[in-house]
């Protein structure tokens, strides 16, 4: 062996030295899973798009018809209840003009000595059932207030089942579908697994050493240097890789996902 080889090999000993290596699967960078938030039957799945990256359209759509009917007959509701209440609150301003002159006359009659009790008396039982009748209007309005506030409850819950029966997941890619057409679901049943493959992660379990020198460490992918980091680093040990540290590198898309990569990480 020459002294340009062993000079290599030296040299080559010492980088090994202060280089850690890991072995990582090139994940998605975000899996997520989706669970019904609603009840009903599967109408349609779009299984031609499993692998492909989704657009605006739904790949699952549950059954609303019921949901449609019901927020049809709510919104007639709510503006035959708005009528009445329009109409309520132009009788209590009337009633409230009428009482306050009314109010304002038996003040009047009752100083005045040349009118009989008879007369008072009746003067006052006219007030009395005005403002009654004032009382009355006003308890029908806020009932109505009510009902209308408890229906408009209940049309936000509807319009959000309509929603959540039509699945998009735009720019994700469709991974794996859990229901049939035909089906019947439930809340939380599993319906479909998406996946962020706009960049990928990497998963790695560091060693004490490197997790307290992470700052100066280059990461190697494969042999080949990189300008990535160690985006995110636990400073807890792992609950099934003990003594180990989990950390994370976010990497661009490669072609491929779910492969096995060599991730070096060398102090330089």
Not at 44 to 65: Q, W, Y
Not at 231 to 250: E, P, T
């Given at each position: 062996?020459?002294?340009?080889?062993?000079?290599?090999?030296f040299f080559i000993s010492l980088l090994s030295l202060n280089a850690s290596e890991y072995y990582s699967r090139v994940e998605p960078f975000e899996v997520r899973k989706i669970s019904s938030d609603v009840s009903g039957i599967i109408l349609?799945?779009?299984?031609?798009?499993?692998?492909?990256?989704?657009?605006?359209?739904?790949?699952?759509?549950?059954?609303?018809?019921?949901?449609?009917e019901e927020l049809k007959a709510i919104n007639s509701k709510l503006r035959y209840m708005q009528d009445i209440l329009d109409t309520n609150e132009k009788i209590l301003t009337n009633l409230k003009d009428s009482l306050e002159k009314k109010r304002a006359n038996y003040e009047r009659v009752k100083e005045?000595?040349?009118?009989?009790?008879?007369?008072?008396?009746?003067?006052?039982?006219?007030?009395?059932?005005?403002?009654?009748?004032?009382?009355?209007?006003?308890?029908?309005?806020?009932?109505?207030?009510?009902?209308?506030?408890?229906?408009?409850?209940?049309?936000?819950?509807?319009?959000?089942?309509?929603?959540d029966k039509v699945l998009q997941a735009e720019g994700f890619t469709l991974y794996s579908l859990d229901v049939k057409v035909g089906q019947v679901v439930n809340k939380a049943t599993p319906l479909a697994t998406v996946v962020d493959t706009s960049k990928a992660i990497l998963?790695?379990?560091?060693?004490?050493?490197?997790?307290?020198?992470?700052?100066?460490?280059?990461?190697?992918?494969?042999?080949?240097?990189?300008n990535y980091k160690l985006?995110?680093?636990?400073?807890?040990?792992?609950?099934?890789?003990?003594?180990?540290?989990?950390?994370?590198?976010?990497?661009k898309a490669p072609k491929l996902f779910s492969k096995l990569v060599k991730v070096e990480l060398r102090d330089e």
């Open positions: 062996m020459n002294l340009f080889k062993i000079i290599i090999l349609s799945v779009n299984e031609d798009m499993l692998g492909r990256k989704l657009s605006k359209d739904a790949f699952i759509i549950i059954d609303a018809t019921l949901d449609k005045m000595k040349i009118k009989s009790s008879v007369e008072k008396d009746r003067e006052f039982y006219d007030l009395v059932a005005s403002e009654n009748t004032s009382l009355a209007t006003q308890k029908e309005i806020d009932t109505l207030h009510n009902q209308m506030t408890d229906l408009s409850f209940r049309k936000a819950q509807l319009t959000r089942n309509l929603s998963t790695i379990y560091l060693d004490e050493n490197d997790l307290k020198n992470r700052d100066n460490l280059s990461v190697y992918i494969d042999g080949k240097k990189s985006d995110r680093v636990l400073n807890i040990a792992d609950s099934k890789n003990i003594s180990k540290y989990k950390a994370q590198i976010i990497i």
